[in-house]
């Protein structure tokens, strides 16, 4: 790692396939941040346990997004991936957070208020305490920086707060993380409800596009995706919800501003627009599904990884907890 460099840190909980709007929220951003950056991408699988999950998919699904992580282009050297529950001072560390952290703050989150409303059987105490994990996650790494969608700021903003009542409390330990944000990409939508997040754990396959979709499956679910009244395109979020979803997507795919999506298909049709979304979304998905079939075929390799960055984010991480015990007076040998 180069001591010049600022830290980033980010996670994806193995909890479904992923989708494009964990693809262009998050991951896409990942690989653009390895240069500049030293990153850890971690698999937060200690997080899905906050919903019911079976055993062997879940294995599976880890594995999964490790090797999307690689298909995405994130370079094994560069960045440090590894698995969450495979460094085991992200729990003793948000135990300690835990004690630094009020009911009311957690009691706010909105993630919380969601998820139990989903799973109203089973509120447990581990949904509630989510946000601190998190906020071990980050805090460890002494990171500066957070690549995340919208839906994870309030996160964000409660690992700031906890690390500076910490700091203000023993003196500074955390670095505080700044969140960042993709412009367009932010939030991507759902494609039949617009105005809800798209999101793997959608019961309706027709919301969402995953990263793993056949070409036909996405182009399909593109021509079905909810439209506006009126005819044009263009964007705003109050009034044409479902267009304006399609050119981010479409800006965030090609990797230009929405102004010129717009551009691009003034006097376009809306039928049009969608094929031209779905296609542009199958080409810039092909590749990465293409390597990843390679990788997940090879556990071996895999596991070989993950064995060496284990060890690598643990030292850092330990040097981070060690200090962290000393100063809220635990003996340290
Ligand atoms: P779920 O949808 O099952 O609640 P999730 O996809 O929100 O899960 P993660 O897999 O942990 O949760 O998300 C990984 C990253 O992808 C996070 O940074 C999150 O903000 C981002 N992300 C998830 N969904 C979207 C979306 N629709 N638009 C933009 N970014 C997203
Ligand atoms: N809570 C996030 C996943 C996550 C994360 C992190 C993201 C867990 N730990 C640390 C960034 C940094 C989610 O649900 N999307």
Not at 103 to 130: P, V, W
Not at 184 to 199: G, N, V
Request: proline fraction near 4%; glycine fraction near 6%; include cysteine.
């Amino acid at each position: 790692m180069d001591h010049n460099k600022k830290i980033i840190f980010s996670g994806v909980q193995p909890s479904g396939s992923l989708t494009i709007g964990n693809y262009l929220g998050a991951l896409k951003n990942f690989g653009k941040l390895q240069a500049d950056y030293n990153c850890y991408y971690c698999v937060v699988d200690m997080h899905t346990l906050t919903v019911r999950q079976n055993p062997e998919i879940l294995k599976e699904r880890s594995y999964q997004v490790l090797a999307l992580y690689l298909a995405c282009g994130l370079d094994p050297e560069k960045n440090v991936l590894f698995i969450q529950s495979h460094v085991p001072c992200h729990a003793e560390l948000s135990w300690i957070l835990g004690c630094y952290t009020y009911m009311g703050e957690l009691q706010r989150m909105t993630q919380f208020k969601d998820k139990s409303a989903r799973h109203a059987d089973n509120i447990n105490a581990g949904l509630f305490t989510y946000p601190v994990l998190m906020a071990a996650d980050i805090l460890l790494y002494k990171t500066d920086m957070v690549p995340i969608g919208v839906d994870q700021k309030q996160h964000l903003e409660l690992a700031r707060n906890i690390a500076e009542r910490f700091n203000n409390i023993y003196g500074d330990t955390f670095v505080i993380p700044e969140p960042y944000i993709p412009k367009q990409s932010a939030k991507i939508m759902s494609l039949q409800e617009p105005d809800k997040k798209m999101s793997k754990s959608d019961t309706n396959v027709n919301n969402f596009v995953l990263i793993l979709d056949s070409q036909d499956v996405i182009l399909k679910k593109f021509k079905k995706a909810v439209t506006d009244s009126g005819c044009e395109i263009v964007y705003d979020e109050i009034n044409k919800p479902g267009i304006s979803n399609l050119i981010n997507i479409y800006a965030s795919v090609k990797d230009i501003s929405r102004e010129d999506v717009v551009k691009e298909f003034e006097g376009s049709r809306y039928g049009d627009f969608k094929v031209a979304v779905g296609t542009a979304v199958a080409e810039a998905l092909a590749p990465i599904q293409s390597k990843y079939n390679d990788f997940i075929a090879d556990k071996a390799y895999l596991d070989s990884l993950l064995k060496r960055n284990a060890e690598i984010a643990g030292e850092n991480a330990r040097k981070t907890l060690k200090e962290v015990y000393e100063k809220v007076g635990f003996i340290v040998f």
